[in-house]
């Protein structure tokens, strides 16, 4: 009892003694800055009253993707901050967005199409590689400048009342701004080809476009959160983002795999849970199916461009992607609360 | 009845510290059975309410949750516990110049910060000159800031934030960056947009300063609200002003300090 009660005197005695020394510093602090702002007298005569039309709400934002979305004109400007900073001193810019695809064009038209002969069996290889290539592009810089998003602008993420879910989605407007010329330009390659355009397959492109989209979002959001807390991720997302080009049909026809898949179905299922892959396959009936010509139709078909079940898997995996974007969502908030101290 | 502009509620906020960052570092210390993170509470259970035109003063020894609680009341981050409402525009200046991208000029910089405090591109526009006009940066405004001095880049984020127009005008220390002339004008600017009657939340040591600033004192210390009221009587707590007799006594332990501080 005693002991007890000598404790508690002393944790007493310990606290007014901090208390004292407080009071030292807080003195010294006073009069050491008592002056270090100039004194400026009210302006004279009654104050205005100002009348807000607005409720008491939460300062801090809850909206999320849908309300950073809303927001067009902060995301514009943000994404312009982005490639400002991609392209600071740099002499071709804005160019090196489009120097890397047509280099990896290059060598896997070389290497897969005069080597492994994977275009024998395949008109247009051409395009059905650039096809690829693009829409691989647009989802491999949208996740993995989404990842550092947030990382990399926190001194903007420290101050801004906004949702940060702008980070990720403005990564994607980047991306996004990088691969329109190369879209255009695989569009014009098309027109040239001799395009039949047939609803279904423009159907088709606009699937797989949103399948690619809302999965790159959704992968943008989350990952972009955990950077903050591991820089681990941006490293492995660059290392599987690697093997993203060989796990699509685009050196090699469709076909192959759907061969190989009689065998193994087991694998064939695993490759084709990539939404990347059947995004991409999707919009090769837009861009590549629809030049080949009737005759040539058979031919390709011995082996197929596309799977029997293509509609009803692009529309499941659209929909199983929406819902992985709630969830990252929903992860991306949590993580978010504790940004501040992690930045 | 005034209008009430700031309702906090039982606010709390706490922060987790992790000494270690990379597995390794981790691994060890748990090894010799070191502390992984701990737990620090900012801001602990703090309330009150502000009506619209009124002008606060907050002051607090350093690390006493100033910076903690004015972000909170800006929205940039989120209580843990309790609640914070607030009415109409916020603008602020919590570290200045922060979010400013070196790379980018003054008039980009200037079109993001006043985008981020919520003006639209027309406002922006419409604003533009006087911004300029009161940052005083002339023909830098098209050079990267990264060439700015200190003084050029307070004076830019400031000119953005008082422009706003807001209904809730945070200041926080930062102000103390500029030259005296400047300091002297935000000041002014200052006490006009308090005249226009907006809700007004200065952050600073200097009393003579919030004498003439603030109608109100609010004086935090580790976390907790201690005074809420008169900016006299605010000022008087904030100095503990006990005896003359214990300050003699406490010379010697405040200079062992001082020693250990340099």
Known sequence: MRAANKRTDDSDDREVDERAKAAKKARRLVRKNADAMPVVEAVGGPQAERIVNAELVEPAPRGGIVEALSQRYVLHLIARRMLAQMYANSVLGL???YVQPAMRFAVYYLVFGFVFHTHLGTPYFALHLFTGIVFVHLFTEAWSQGTRSIWTNRSLVQKLRIPREVFPIAAIEVAALHTLPQAVLLTLFCIIAGWHLTVSAVLAGLLGFLIIAVFATAMGVLFSALNVYYRDFQNIVGTLLQFMHFLVPMMYPFGRIWRIGLLHPLFYQLYMANPVANGVVLLQQLFWYSLVEHKHRLHVLAGRTAPPDMWMRGIIVLIACVIFLVFAQRVFRRLESKFPERL | MAQRSIVVDHVVKEFTMSYHRTMKQKLVASVRRLP??????AVNDVSFT?????AVGLMGLNGSGKSTLLKLINGVMRP?????LTRGRIAGLIATGAGFHPQMTGRENLYLNSAILGMSEAETNRKFEQIVEFADIGRFLDTPVSHYSSGMYAR?????AVHVDADIFLADEVLAVGDRPFKKKCLAKMQEIRQQGTTIFYVSH??????SMCDRVLVLEKGHLMFDGD????IHFLQYDDDEESDEGLDSLADEELGSEV
Do not use: C, M, P
């Not at chain 2, 900016?231 to 605010?234: I, R, T, W, Y």
């Open chain 1, 95 to 97: 160019l090196w967005s």
């Open chain 2, 36 to 41: 992984l993170q701990e737990h620090f509470i």
């Open chain 2, 50 to 54: 502000v009506d619209q035109g009124e």
């Open chain 2, 80 to 84: 843990d516990k309790g609640k914070v």
């Open chain 2, 156 to 160: 830019l984020g400031f000119s953005i």
């Open chain 2, 206 to 211: 200097a009393t003579a300063s919030v004498r």
């Open chain 2, 231 to 234: 900016v006299d009587e605010g």
